[in-house]
């Protein structure tokens, strides 16, 4: 708890003193930067600490206003979370410092760090809080901040209509979902403090524990991103800041999955409807996520879908364990959590990794666009180097962390399909086989991906390639090696899981013994992978130095198939990439293709064109907030741009209050009168009885 207390120490110090020093050529920035750094060690440390600890660490104080107390509690699920947001908070610290270091003196950038030691203050609240007043807090001011960076650059059209959406996303989550779920724990408990809500309800009230978690998924499931919450990732990622968009998809977004783990560590066993409830929810939200990232020309949009299907993941993940619990099969229990914990982290670092490597990509050529794009990997290896390992990573290819979360997952899944009678096996199966081909999906994404925009020629000869500043590639090697860490050390991790697990019980977490057997597999045969693939790059690295020759030893290049000029056109494209598994999804995802057209004998450049709307906005919320617009407008024209009606709204709204206090204060007086009466005549009564008692006793 002392590392906690001194990283929120920390950010409050950087957030003031960088926004004091804004206008100090630098200062404020540095200063900034290097408090959300030093912040981020201390919660790793901190969090790390508080895993190989057996008690949870708490503190209270007084709360200023009469609302409870201001209650901290890091246990095995908050430090956890600490790890994840010191990791991602680390990496783009460092980063961020090249990112602005041309522009520090220009537009809103003194701004930046303040809000990035706010965004981060208010994680850590989050996943420390041990009050609703404090998670409350925490919450709004993650929102609000995270609203102000993805808006950063707001002469940007689009940057203001993707913190719009946002702040509207998560707002109408809160008021939907989070409030109610709290409301309903306070009202049972009649205190804010969350140590209480563990068993506030039983077993026996099935609706009311279903209601909760259905409120649950929906609110903390619009801050993760499941389907169709999603709509505010696709519009905020890609506009903002690429080390905010890091911290979001990093970290942000998983403030939805602690808060939906923390519900379930309260909740009593569910039915099995909600398990399989949101195993639907989930493989959809994988499946869509990666189709509708497949078709994407803009890199940081298409991470921002990819976000969307591994949160589908670790949904399918809490499903598993959601079932083991209603089954009673502790094992399900404890490789779902615990293979949705690792993928937590897992995908902080490498999602982190891929935002920053996307981030370099459009500094150094001031265009996200692949159709533009190509190359590059000779004139900046190290971000390609970096995008390779995080695409590695992301597809859960060994050697690396995304390979030992899924295979947790997986095992998880293949545990069900062995345990369970056959109608359950039969379900655990058809999530192997979604699973596999959400995989599939992500391979062809992420080569694609790195083929057209690292590898062949540069397409387009007006996009100027800048090298990349020194501390971009730091924030970014940083990561890559968490990466690389948490793969060669799976087996260590295991003790950490199973600290992580504690608030769900002991049954969970004393399945590490089976856990540590599982990913030893893994553990065992990643090492020589690995030696193996560096073996073959070092051969592909010594192959490229020798001189091309021919057959008898003459110098030429390969035949190029009577291709005397090779051309840049003549390359995939990203459309052309994936066309082919888009067209086998059509059906599902509706993608538009524009043709070139080619009229007349000297036909005008035209090139091919390919476009996919997301389904949920146009369909679901686009019409039902336009028609919702068009409403308000036609009862009620609130915006008219007079002053004098305004003022007349104001002053009804005050006179409806002070009517509405007035009817109910002599209501509440009567009542008040009526209860007085009530005990007047009970103790009246109580008297008379006493004395009735009290003669008859004397009389004999």
Known sequence: MTHVLLALAVLAFGATASGLTARIFGGGLWIGLTAAGIAGALCVIGGWDALGSTTTIRISAEWPLPLGFARLAVDGLSAWFLLVIGMVSIGASIYSWGYFRNAKTHGPVGAYAPLVCTMIAAMVLVVCAADVVVFLVGWELMSLSAFFLVGFHDEDTEARRGAWTYLIATHLGTALGVLPVFAAFVARTASTAMDG???????????????????GVVGFGTKAGFMPFHVWLPAAHPVAPSPVSALMSGVVIKMGIYGLLRLLSWL?????????????VSLLTGVMGILYALGQQQIKRMLAYSSV????IIGLAISVALLGRSLQQPVLVAFGLGGALLHVLNHALFKGLLFLSAG?????TG???MERLGGLARRTPVNALAFLIGSVAICALPPLNGFVSEFAIYTGILQGVVHLPSSYAAVFASCAAVLALIGGLALVVFSKTFSVVFLGAQRDRSVSVHTTPASMNAGMVFLALGCVAVASASGAMVPAVSAALTPFGAAASGQAKTFVESLGLVTRFLPPLG???????GLLAFRRRMPLGGAVGGMGGTWGCGYALPATTMQYTGSSYAWKVIHSFRHVIRPKRKTPSIVGCFPSQD????????????RIYKPVFTGLARMFERLWPLQHGRIQLYLIYIVATVLIVFLVEGWSAPFAAHKNDGATRSAGESQLRDVQVESVVTGGSSHD
């Open 197 to 215: 809500f563990t068993g506030a309800f039983g077993a026996s009230e099935v609706t009311s524990c279903v209601v909760i978690f259905a409120l």
């Open 268 to 280: 009593p066993d569910l039915p099995i409807g909600c398990a399989i409830g949101l195993m639907t």
């Open 309 to 312: 299907e591994n949160i589908g």
């Open 360 to 364: 370099a990509v459009l500094h150094d």
């Open 367 to 369: 265009t996200g666009d």
């Open 531 to 537: 030696v193996l693939i560096v073996v073959a790059i």
């Open 607 to 618: 090139r091919l064109v390919t476009v996919m709307a997301d389904m949920a906005q146009e």
